[in-house]
């Protein structure tokens, strides 16, 4: 055995006594009265991936149809066909000769050389000669309702303990060489016909009796819903009582053939029997009258005649395997009606319900123009229409006193109760293609008829006139005409126009702009409304004006027909279906039109082939039975409302695979993903063979989605970068009718973290970051001084300049002109007066050189105070405070460290002007000032507690006509420094200049 381990003996039989119960509950089936024409047919072929070589078929717990091949084992989900790749285990590609699921999970696969599978959830285990088992052809399997498991093959019969198999011989009662078909009767007996005979094992029983018979068996028996057994032989297919009595031929036969002929057959579960033979290729009969046996071949769509294989799945669908493809029969709402009467086209006729269950039609073809036809496609009228040799009907219409009136080409004619026939003449007036619409009766049994390029025509009294109040005069076709219960006329035109006439006034009803029609091809009475339906969807006359209806299903457009049924549901026949809008719902929305309208669409998958042309009028008709009768471009259809087919719940969604970085992982189930497998695929399915086009899925990766994600038809969901982490995908289906499957596992997966996405790499490119933050601060800041020393440079270059300048002039000439003075001082009289006045002249002047000298000194950038900064602060605050009587204190914090002399010079300015502001305008009775030498900067703060700044000061930053505020501003940013005012009315104002150390103290 390669693969992992085995299977203990009591899962198997708790698997099948599951299967049992599951096989036990209802499931669709097609029923034996609906031809092989009302079912839906679909054909797959290589061009759609179908494998090559069918052989055989069978349906596992999932949903999944499995498909036997020459090249392999294959899966089909109803959309995509794909060979099956283990998620653990190998699985042969070799011809495939036998499949057959076990009840409960699970598919055993018989080889035409290599032993034989079991797969179960993506797991394969494999079974040759170390498990007891030859590797010659295995084509068959059966299980008891012990549970056991037996295969039939060329090396005979063996069976299964959960771990190995044993070979059954002559030691239990077998003793033919080899076994061709096995079945389990209804008692549990377990039947193996061979070329000795048939081997029979009881249940319970050790050894198979001795056998009975001599004929072989092409297919295993296969027993009916009403407990009958079909047994299929060379000689053709008949009904036996009992495996005891196989071989004697006194049941009916059902079918004989040809010896040589190789025959499949299948029972249904409505009891229909189909059957593969050399001459019709499918054939369909019920057994209780095999007289009347379908036939389905090349010519109807078959892709071959050489049928290899049939299978009825759980939802009822039959499938046919030929050595060219796959085909689907499936029961539809929508069910075609072929009338039984040669030549008969019923392909865009008109409907009028007939008598009990028929309807009447008219037909294409000159084979009598009208049809009573029931849903069967028996014709009620061909010996009428034989004897009176009608031509082709263009308008069928029921009168008031049921009189039938048959617009034909050259007149009209009238079939009264009684049996009798009248013709009536046509007007003159018939226009260009003599071309009747459509037929309408008003009061009076007044008829009023609508001609294509023609206008209207009214008939009464016997005669033929025009109703001049009608648009054009009468003389415009209407599009449609309708005769309400209240005995008013209502006529539909094109270009958005509604006409209604009652008692001789006509009165054009306004469409409003959103219920624009754009053609009104059919008006329509019921639940006390009248509807108009368009181009551009459905309308309703409310208030006096034309409405548009809001309904639930998108794009139903261009209306020809519409019709309310005897249960108040309103059926559309439209371009995008025919569509079944629920009573209640139209009920709620007449009273609330806001509310939109629920309602069914009938499409192809529910077999409405064909499209309805918006002028294709009266294309909607309910039978006596209740059913709905419909016409398209593809024929004539009835629907049974009352027994609508329910779509299954779909099964719960397979995880089939994940891919990443290039690998792909089938059917997992926990996967442990490396570093960098951030961007993910994963593909999932849920197997609803009848409807799958109508599935939409969602999913949710628990982890990452904050909600779950509509995917529609998709079966694919992609992730790009993926952050490490756990991860949970969840997905789950709908089968289109609002139901929705179980969730089922799931998908559980984890993605490394790469180095890069690991928390310690992430710190560290934190703190890198912080870092270069930090770099890039402090070259900012050095920049910064570099630009303020450049800019330093240059004004005191410029000082420089200027000191020259005041030198070698003014404080030249002052000193020069001081020496004058000084020489006429000393020619004047020791006695004269002025002497005194000259030399207070002469000392003042001194005192100006002397301070321009140090004004020149402060130029060329030489401390023109050597002395501690805070000395100097601390002379003229107490001088100021003196000179005012207030308290002053200067503290420092800090060591106290030299400035440079333009920054000095710059913070003294500053100290100086803050002071004499606070000292002449503030007010306060105590002023201080605080100086700050830290490592990273130097800060000056004077302080008082005075009335403040007025706020227009504050915002303006200075007073009217005066320059101390913003001179100390710039003061401070001419070295680099910063400088905040802080002003509060009546709490005081503090003013701290603060400069980074490296530009204060170089």
């Given at each position: 055995?390669?693969?992992?381990?085995?299977?203990?003996?009591?899962?198997?039989?708790?698997?099948?006594?599951?299967?049992?119960?599951?096989?036990?509950?209802?499931?669709?089936?097609?029923?034996?009265?609906?031809?092989?024409?009302?079912?839906?047919?679909?054909?797959?072929?290589?061009?759609?991936?179908?494998?090559?070589?069918?052989?055989?078929?069978?349906?596992?717990?999932?949903?999944?149809?499995?498909?036997?091949?020459?090249?392999?084992?294959?899966?089909?989900?109803?959309?995509?066909?794909?060979?099956?790749?283990?998620?653990?285990?190998?699985?042969?590609?070799?011809?495939?000769?036998?499949?057959?699921?076990?009840?409960?999970?699970?598919?055993?696969?018989?080889?035409?050389?290599?032993?034989?599978?079991?797969?179960?959830?993506?797991?394969?285990?494999?079974?040759?000669?170390?498990?007891?088992?030859?590797?010659?052809?295995?084509?068959?399997?059966?299980?008891?309702?012990?549970?056991?498991?037996?295969?039939?093959?060329?090396?005979?019969?063996?069976?299964?303990?959960?771990?190995?198999?044993?070979?059954?011989?002559?030691?239990?009662?077998?003793?033919?060489?080899?076994?061709?078909?096995?079945?389990?009767?209804?008692?549990?007996?377990?039947?193996?016909?061979?070329?000795?005979?048939?081997?029979?094992?009881?249940?319970?029983?050790?050894?198979?009796?001795?056998?009975?018979?001599?004929?072989?068996?092409?297919?295993?028996?296969?027993?009916?819903?009403?407990?009958?057994?079909?047994?299929?032989?060379?000689?053709?297919?008949?009904?036996?009582?009992?495996?005891?009595?196989?071989?004697?031929?006194?049941?009916?036969?059902?079918?004989?053939?040809?010896?040589?002929?190789?025959?499949?057959?299948?029972?249904?579960?409505?009891?229909?029997?189909?059957?593969?033979?050399?001459?019709?290729?499918?054939?369909?009969?019920?057994p209780r009258r095999p007289d009347k046996m379908e036939s389905f071949n090349v010519k109807n769509g078959l892709s071959s005649n050489l049928v290899t294989s049939f299978f009825e799945d759980r939802e009822g669908n039959v499938w046919i395997s030929t050595s060219k493809g796959l085909e689907r029969f499936r029961q539809v709402d929508v069910n075609l009606v072929t009338p039984a009467l040669p030549g008969a086209e019923v392909s865009e006729g008109r409907l009028l319900p007939g008598p009990a269950n028929a309807m009447t039609v008219t037909t294409v073809a000159q084979v009598g123009g009208w049809l009573e036809v029931t849903?069967?496609?028996?014709?009620?009228?061909?010996?009428?229409?034989?004897?009176?040799?009608?031509?082709?009907?263009?308008?069928?219409?029921?009168?008031?006193?049921?009189?039938?009136?048959?617009?034909?080409?050259?007149?009209?004619?009238?079939?009264?109760?009684?049996?009798?026939?009248?013709?009536?003449?046509?007007?003159?007036?018939?226009?260009?293609?003599?071309?009747?619409?459509?037929?309408?009766?008003?009061?009076?049994?007044?008829?009023?008829?609508?001609?294509?390029?023609?206008?209207?025509?009214?008939?009464?009294?016997?005669?033929?006139?025009?109703?001049?109040?009608?648009?054009?005069?009468?003389?415009?076709?209407?599009?449609?005409?309708?005769?309400?219960?209240?005995?008013?006329?209502?006529?539909?035109?094109?270009?958005?126009?509604?006409?209604?006439?009652?008692?001789?006034?006509?009165?054009?009803?306004?469409?409003?702009?959103?219920?624009?029609?754009?053609?009104?091809?059919?008006?329509?009475?019921?639940?006390?409304?009248?509807?108009?339906?368009?181009?551009?969807?459905?309308?309703?006359?409310?208030?006096?004006?034309?409405?548009?209806?809001?309904?639930?299903?998108?794009?139903?457009?261009?209306?020809?027909?519409?019709?309310?049924?005897?249960?108040?549901?309103?059926?559309?026949?439209?371009?995008?279906?025919?569509?079944?809008?629920?009573?209640?719902?139209?009920?709620?929305?007449?009273?609330?039109?806001?509310?939109?309208?629920?309602?069914?669409?009938?499409?192809?998958?529910?077999?409405?082939?064909?499209?309805?042309?918006?002028?294709?009028?009266?294309?909607?008709?309910?039978?006596?039975?209740?059913?709905?009768?419909?016409?398209?471009?593809?024929?004539?259809?009835?629907?049974?409302?009352?027994?609508?087919?329910?779509?299954?719940?779909?099964?719960?969604?397979?995880?089939?695979?994940?891919?990443?970085?290039?690998?792909?992982?089938?059917?997992?189930?926990?996967?442990?993903?490396?570093?960098?497998?951030?961007?993910?695929?994963?593909?999932?399915?849920?197997?609803?063979?009848?409807?799958?086009?109508?599935?939409?899925?969602?999913?949710?990766?628990?982890?990452?989605?904050?909600?779950?994600?509509?995917?529609?038809?998709?079966?694919?969901?992609?992730?790009?970068?993926?952050?490490?982490?756990?991860?949970?995908?969840?997905?789950?289906?709908?089968?289109?009718?609002?139901?929705?499957?179980?969730?089922?596992?799931?998908?559980?997966?984890?993605?490394?973290?790469?180095?890069?996405?690991?928390?310690?790499?992430?710190?560290?490119?934190?703190?890198?970051?912080?870092?270069?933050?930090?770099?890039?601060?402090?070259?900012?800041?050095?920049?910064?001084?570099?630009?303020?020393?450049?800019?330093?440079?240059?004004?005191?270059?410029?000082?420089?300049?200027?000191?020259?300048?005041?030198?070698?002039?003014?404080?030249?000439?002052?000193?020069?002109?001081?020496?004058?003075?000084?020489?006429?001082?000393?020619?004047?009289?020791?006695?004269?007066?002025?002497?005194?006045?000259?030399?207070?002249?002469?000392?003042?002047?001194?005192?100006?050189?002397?301070?321009?000298?140090?004004?020149?000194?402060?130029?060329?950038?030489?401390?023109?105070?050597?002395?501690?900064?805070?000395?100097?602060?601390?002379?003229?605050?107490?001088?100021?405070?003196?000179?005012?009587?207030?308290?002053?204190?200067?503290?420092?914090?800090?060591?106290?460290?030299?400035?440079?002399?333009?920054?000095?010079?710059?913070?003294?300015?500053?100290?100086?002007?803050?002071?004499?502001?606070?000292?002449?305008?503030?007010?306060?009775?105590?002023?201080?000032?605080?100086?700050?030498?830290?490592?990273?900067?130097?800060?000056?703060?004077?302080?008082?507690?005075?009335?403040?700044?007025?706020?227009?000061?504050?915002?303006?930053?200075?007073?009217?006509?005066?320059?101390?505020?913003?001179?100390?501003?710039?003061?401070?940013?001419?070295?680099?420094?910063?400088?905040?005012?802080?002003?509060?009315?009546?709490?005081?104002?503090?003013?701290?200049?603060?400069?980074?150390?490296?530009?204060?103290?170089?």
């Amino acid at each position: 055995m390669s693969g992992a381990g085995g299977m203990a003996f009591p899962i198997v039989r708790r698997l099948l006594l599951a299967g049992m119960l599951i096989a036990g509950l209802p499931a669709a089936a097609i029923p034996p009265d609906r031809t092989l024409a009302q079912l839906e047919h679909r054909s797959w072929t290589a061009k759609d991936g179908v494998p090559p070589s069918i052989i055989t078929m069978d349906q596992t717990d999932d949903g999944y149809l499995w498909l036997g091949t020459g090249a392999g084992l294959f899966q089909f989900d109803g959309v995509r066909f794909q060979p099956f790749q283990p998620g653990t285990g190998t699985i042969s590609t070799s011809a495939v000769y036998f499949i057959k699921a076990q009840p409960g999970g699970g598919l055993w696969i018989g080889w035409r050389q290599g032993g034989i599978s079991f797969v179960k959830d993506g797991a394969v285990v494999n079974y040759g000669a170390d498990e007891g088992l030859s590797l010659a052809s295995w084509w068959a399997f059966a299980f008891d309702r012990q549970g056991q498991v037996y295969a039939a093959g060329l090396d005979g019969v063996m069976r299964f303990d959960g771990q190995r198999w044993h070979k059954l011989g002559p030691a239990q009662g077998f003793t033919a060489d080899k076994a061709s078909v096995m079945f389990v009767d209804k008692d549990g007996t377990l039947a193996v016909f061979t070329d000795q005979g048939l081997f029979r094992l009881p249940p319970g029983a050790a050894t198979f009796k001795p056998p009975l018979g001599h004929l072989g068996s092409i297919e295993p028996p296969q027993v009916g819903p009403d407990g009958s057994m079909y047994f299929m032989e060379a000689r053709g297919l008949r009904i036996i009582d009992s495996l005891e009595t196989y071989d004697q031929a006194g049941g009916p036969w059902l079918f004989k053939s040809r010896p040589e002929a190789s025959h499949r057959m299948l029972v249904d579960r409505s009891g229909s029997l189909w059957m593969e033979t050399a001459t019709c290729g499918v054939c369909r009969f019920d057994p209780r009258r095999p007289d009347k046996m379908e036939s389905f071949n090349v010519k109807n769509g078959l892709s071959s005649n050489l049928v290899t294989s049939f299978f009825e799945d759980r939802e009822g669908n039959v499938w046919i395997s030929t050595s060219k493809g796959l085909e689907r029969f499936r029961q539809v709402d929508v069910n075609l009606v072929t009338p039984a009467l040669p030549g008969a086209e019923v392909s865009e006729g008109r409907l009028l319900p007939g008598p009990a269950n028929a309807m009447t039609v008219t037909t294409v073809a000159q084979v009598g123009g009208w049809l009573e036809v029931t849903p069967d496609g028996e014709v009620h009228n061909s010996a009428w229409l034989k004897q009176h040799g009608i031509g082709q009907v263009q308008v069928i219409q029921r009168g008031r006193d049921q009189s039938l009136w048959l617009a034909e080409r050259a007149r009209l004619r009238r079939l009264t109760p009684d049996g009798a026939v009248h013709a009536i003449e046509y007007p003159e007036d018939m226009g260009p293609v003599h071309l009747v619409h459509a037929l309408a009766h008003g009061e009076d049994d007044t008829l009023w008829m609508s001609v294509v390029n023609a206008g209207v025509h009214r008939l009464r009294g016997g005669r033929w006139d025009r109703e001049t109040l009608l648009p054009g005069e009468g003389r415009r076709s209407a599009m449609s005409m309708l005769a309400d219960s209240s005995g008013r006329m209502w006529f539909g035109y094109s270009r958005n126009t509604v006409v209604m006439l009652h008692q001789g006034k006509a009165v054009t009803v306004p469409i409003e702009q959103d219920g624009q029609l754009k053609g009104t091809s059919v008006l329509h009475e019921s639940l006390g409304q009248i509807w108009a339906g368009g181009e551009a969807g459905l309308a309703r006359y409310r208030d006096g004006r034309f409405v548009k209806v809001n309904l639930a299903l998108p794009h139903i457009r261009s209306i020809s027909a519409i019709l309310t049924d005897s249960s108040g549901n309103m059926w559309l026949n439209s371009s995008a279906g025919t569509v079944r809008l629920d009573g209640r719902s139209l009920a709620n929305a007449i009273a609330h039109p806001e509310q939109p309208v629920q309602g069914r669409l009938f499409d192809a998958t529910d077999g409405r082939l064909g499209i309805t042309d918006l002028l294709g009028a009266q294309s909607l008709a309910q039978a006596g039975d209740g059913k709905i009768w419909l016409t398209t471009h593809d024929g004539v259809a009835w629907i049974d409302p009352l027994h609508l087919l329910k779509a299954p719940a779909p099964p719960a969604v397979i995880m089939q695979s994940l891919s990443t970085l290039g690998e792909t992982y089938r059917r997992p189930a926990r996967l442990d993903l490396p570093a960098g497998a951030g961007n993910v695929q994963i593909d999932y399915s849920s197997a609803l063979l009848g409807t799958p086009q109508r599935m939409r899925f969602k999913y949710l990766l628990e982890g990452y989605d904050q909600q779950w994600q509509d995917a529609g038809e998709r079966r694919q969901a992609f992730y790009t970068g993926l952050p490490p982490g756990e991860y949970r995908f969840r997905a789950v289906a709908e089968n289109g009718a609002g139901n929705w499957g179980p969730e089922g596992p799931g998908l559980r997966f984890s993605v490394a973290a790469s180095y890069y996405q690991s928390w310690w790499f992430k710190c560290l490119l934190v703190l890198s970051g912080m870092a270069l933050v930090w770099l890039l601060h402090r070259l900012r800041l050095k920049r910064m001084e570099l630009r303020i020393k450049a800019q330093m440079e240059v004004r005191h270059a410029e000082r420089e300049r200027i000191a020259r300048t005041l030198h070698d002039t003014i404080l030249q000439s002052a000193q020069a002109l001081i020496l004058r003075f000084d020489r006429i001082k000393r020619a004047l009289p020791a006695a004269d007066p002025a002497l005194c006045q000259i030399d207070a002249a002469l000392d003042a002047a001194q005192e100006v050189v002397d301070e321009g000298r140090e004004r020149v000194l402060e130029l060329r950038g030489r401390d023109g105070h050597p002395g501690a900064l805070g000395d100097y602060l601390y002379e003229f605050g107490q001088a100021m405070a003196q000179q005012h009587g207030i308290c002053f204190s200067l503290s420092t914090q800090g060591e106290a460290r030299e400035l440079l002399a333009a920054v000095k010079t710059e913070v003294l300015a500053i100290g100086k002007e803050a002071l004499f502001n606070a000292v002449r305008h503030s007010g306060s009775a105590e002023v201080k000032i605080e100086l700050v030498y830290a490592s990273a900067q130097f800060s000056m703060t004077v302080q008082d507690y005075g009335r403040g700044l007025d706020a227009s000061v504050q915002s303006s930053g200075k007073r009217p006509g005066h320059w101390g505020l913003s001179g100390m501003s710039e003061r401070a940013q001419q070295v680099g420094g910063q400088l905040l005012i802080d002003s509060r009315q009546d709490v005081g104002t503090t003013v701290v200049f603060s400069i980074i150390a490296r530009l204060a103290f170089g």
